[in-house]
C-alpha cells in the first residue's frame, strides 16, 4: 500500500521555477514513480515517470525544463519545473505503481496509487 501526498504548487510567472515534492509511504526501491497533470476542461496528461528507479522518462512538452528525481531513503519524489509557461498550468498528481510494465509507464490507468494532486498556475 503506497499513500502520496504531494505539494509545493503555486501561483507564479512565466520564466519562474518551482519543485512539486511528493512523500510517498510504503515506496519501495523498486517502485515505479509519475507526475502527471490536468488542465481545466482537459484529460490527464504524462508529464514524467522514473521506471524501477533506474531510468527516467518525459513527455516532449516538458523535456529539458522538468527534472524528476527520487530520494528513496525519505521516500519522496521531487518534480523540478524550470522555465514554466503558462499551459503548465494544471493539477499535478504524484502516482505510483509497483507492478508497472515499461510500455505502461506514460498511460494513467496503470496507476493504482495517486495523490490528491497540487496546483500549479503559470501566469504570462
Known amino acids: 500500500q503506497v499513500q502520496l501526498v504531494e505539494s509545493g504548487g503555486g501561483l507564479v510567472t512565466a520564466g519562474d521555477s518551482l519543485r512539486l515534492s511528493c512523500v510517498a509511504s510504503?515506496?519501495?526501491?523498486?517502485?515505479?514513480v509519475a507526475w502527471f497533470r490536468q488542465a481545466p476542461g482537459k484529460e490527464r496528461e504524462f508529464v514524467g515517470a522514473?521506471?524501477?528507479?533506474?531510468?527516467?522518462y518525459y513527455a516532449d512538452s516538458v523535456k529539458g525544463r522538468f527534472i524528476m528525481s527520487r530520494d528513496n531513503a525519505k521516500k519522496t519524489v521531487y518534480l523540478q519545473m524550470d522555465r514554466l509557461k503558462p499551459e503548465d498550468t494544471a493539477v499535478y498528481y504524484c502516482?505510483?505503481?509497483?507492478?508497472?510494465?515499461?510500455?505502461?509507464?506514460?498511460?494513467?490507468?496503470?496507476?493504482?496509487?495517486w495523490g490528491q494532486g497540487t496546483l500549479v498556475a503559470v501566469s504570462s
Open positions: 502516482a505510483a505503481e509497483s507492478r508497472l510494465i515499461h510500455s505502461s509507464i506514460r498511460d494513467a490507468r496503470q496507476y493504482d496509487y
Open positions: 510504503g515506496l519501495t526501491f523498486t517502485t515505479s
Open positions: 522514473n521506471f524501477r528507479n533506474s531510468n527516467t
